[in-house]
């Protein structure tokens, strides 16, 4: 991952110069730091200090010329003199005036960012940062906030958590300072002396770290090609035909570290099992030291081949590698294209219309109910059930009454929303119902969670009839992380309840138990069997919770507040920069950016990816695969109708 690469000797010291491939910032580094990766200065790509053997010429082999006339001699001598000079002023100037850090956190040259005083002060920080911030921003894939990369000191840069040379406008640096993070419920916190050391670092550019468990060797298609054989072939025959793969080995080439792919890969074990109606929890495995590459066995989530084919009538990226092993994996698929990528896949399957089809879930409420074996209507009359209503829901913009029910699998809430808070609407003026005539509340939609097998959640939007809906109506409900608002059925669902079921307080039953004159004796009665007290309700709720956290925690990931698979969604819909997208394709940047030149309709539509800094809409990508695959003869993109 660079350009122009010239190794010089100083002496004894030998430094490279070399251009970031993306923007041709340029850098100058000593040979110590050869394959150390960085954010560029100029336009945040990751780039690669090139070794000191790639361009060497040695000094016995150069070809040396001499005039046959003394005055060119004196001439040469005197030049080479003044040379010698001057970079002994350079020296001293380097020495006596360092230059200042770069302002984004780059290289610097041979400043004190590089020296041996810096590397320590960041092994410093890093030890602090791990001992205070590791356990929930990216530990075993624990990304709360969506922040998964705090022991990359790099990216902490790249993606301005730290702002090098200016501690104050370095929003980690802030939050530490001001208390805020770690959370107040943490016991371990940093003292005075910490927050001085990360504020020093900052103060002197934010000196990089050689990180031990430095990002995967680019990762070739044809090598992920030969590691999928190799897998399937390793299985029993007649297993075989049911052997799938999800890759993440384009975010790696990309430059992800593990921390952030180990986020990916627990979002893919919990959607995969979310998606299932197996009474086991089953995690996909991986197959390369990377880990970069997971199969699974279709059958472990009853998933069968007319549903695998589904979800590839809307894959975009279904390209039939030009390999002679990538052939025989479809073939032994039973004509099935058998990897997808990862983060395209929990995107995707996170939401309707793929979310539904995999779930096989119903059309209706009513159909569900029999699914599960579960009679709403009979177990309200038989005061079955346990009841919440409340104001202040943080999805709902009115009132809200919440409901359980018991299942075969556990649980089954259901929520029934309001488009207005007057009139039969007003829950806290008609407790009772749904419907009753005009005695009872009218509710405009709901929200279902249900326990699957496994214990992970389901979930289910629906309207005033009790019909399937893909997104909830934005003037019941609003979910402020979608870029629309609009409560999408899954990923919204999913990322609200992470943690589970949210415990709410009922008000009703205080409302009634406050006035009971204005409620009849029999409603009175009714209202106490239906709406439960506090105590009763937080017993549920813990027993639920508890179940559908050993779940999520035998999926591999941590019980958090921040979804893993709202942080892969979220990344997948970014835009992309040319290193995305070179990987993406399986090429480096500075390969792919060579391939678009050489075609004028490409670059076209994705030339902004060659510009410093510049980036494309995913869209946008998406729709070019086809013209990718055949200009770059990637191989044959296969048809998908969604």
């Given at each position: ?49 090139p ?6 010429v ?59 005083a ?38 902490l ?17 802030r ?14 916190r ?22 031990s ?17 190799a ?7 007649r ?12 975010l ?50 009853q ?12 894959y ?6 030009d ?49 599960l ?20 829901s ?52 709901g ?32 979910d ?22 949210i ?27 239906l ?23 035998q ?15 979220s ?36 030339g ?20 990718l ?14």
């Open positions: 991952m660079f350009e122009s690469s010239d190794i010089r000797s100083r002496g004894t010291h030998t430094v490279i110069a070399f251009r970031c491939p993306c923007c041709q910032h340029r850098y100058t580094l000593a040979d110590h730091q050869a394959g150390e990766k960085f954010a560029c200065s100029g336009c945040g790509q990751r780039v690669q200090v070794s000191p053997q790639q361009g060497v040695p000094a016995e082999g150069r070809k040396t010329e001499s005039g046959p006339h003394r005055r060119k001699f004196f001439i040469t001598a005197a030049i080479a003199g003044a040379g010698f000079v001057l970079f002994l002023m350079v020296l001293a100037i380097r020495v006596y005036f360092p230059r200042a850090p770069a302002e984004n956190g780059g290289p610097v040259g041979a400043t004190n960012a590089d020296s041996l810096g590397k320590q002060l960041a092994e410093k920080v890093h030890q602090l940062l791990k001992a205070h911030c590791y356990r929930c921003h990216g530990e075993n894939g624990a990304a709360e906030g969506g922040f998964n990369y705090i022991l990359d000191l790099d990216k840069k790249a993606r301005k958590k730290i702002i090098a040379g200016n501690p104050e406008k370095s929003r980690l640096f939050r530490v300072k001001q208390g805020e993070m770690p959370p107040e419920e943490e016991k371990s940093p003292e005075a002396k910490d927050i001085a050391l990360l504020k020093q670092w900052i103060e002197e550019g934010a000196p990089s770290l050689p990180v468990s430095s990002p995967l060797g680019f990762v070739s298609t044809a090598d992920m090609v030969e590691r999928m054989h897998s399937i072939m390793a299985l029993p025959e297993d075989r035909p049911f052997a799938r793969f999800f890759t993440f080995t384009h790696a080439n990309a430059g992800l570290r593990n921390d952030e792919l180990q986020t990916y890969r627990v979002a893919l074990g919990k959607l995969v099992n979310g998606l299932s109606w197996n009474k086991e929890i089953v995690n996909p495995k991986p197959i390369d030291p990377g880990q970069t590459i997971l199969r699974i066995d279709i059958r472990d989530y998933w069968s081949d007319r549903l695998w084919k589904r979800i590839l009538e809307g975009p990226y279904g390209i039939l590698w390999h002679p092993k990538a052939k025989e994996c479809v073939e032994l698929a039973g004509g099935q294209l058998p990897f997808l990528r990862g983060d395209w896949f929990v995107a995707e399957a996170s939401r309707p219309p793929l979310y539904h089809e995999m779930l096989q879930m119903p059309a209706t409420e009513r159909e569900l109910e029999k699914q074996h579960i009679e709403l209507e009979v177990n309200i009359r038989q005061e079955r059930v346990v009841r919440a209503g409340f104001n202040g943080g999805v709902s913009r009115n009132n809200r009454l919440i409901e359980r029910h018991a299942s075969p699998y556990g649980s089954y809430w259901r929520s029934y929303d309001f488009a207005d808070n007057v009139g039969q609407r007003n829950l806290f003026a008609f407790p009772l119902g749904p419907g009753l005539n005009d005695k009872g509340f009218l509710p405009d939609g929200e279902i969670i249900f326990s699957l097998p496994n214990g992970l959640h389901a979930f289910m939007l629906i309207n005033e009839n009790g019909n399937r809906l893909d997104k909830g109506p934005l003037n019941v409900v609003s402020s992380r979608r870029p629309d608002r609009a409560v999408e059925n899954g990923i919204s669902c999913m990322t609200c309840h992470t943690r589970g079921l415990p709410k307080t009922d008000q009703v039953r205080l409302h009634v138990e406050k006035n009971p004159s204005s409620f009849s004796p029999q409603e009175l009665e009714t209202i106490k069997a709406y439960a007290d506090g105590d009763k309700l937080n017993a549920l709720f813990a027993k639920d919770n508890g179940r559908f956290r050993a779940a999520v925690e999926t591999g990931g941590k019980f958090t507040s921040t979804d893993s698979l709202a942080t892969l969604v990344y997948f819909e970014q835009e992309l920069d040319l290193a995305s997208a070179a990987a993406e394709l399986g090429f480096r940047p500075v390969e792919f950016s060579d391939m678009l030149v050489q075609s004028p309709s490409l670059l076209r539509i994705l902004p990816l060659r510009v410093s800094g510049g980036t494309v809409q995913r869209r946008v990508f998406t729709q070019s695969i086809g013209p695959a055949e200009e770059l003869k990637l191989g044959v993109l296969l048809p998908h109708t969604r």
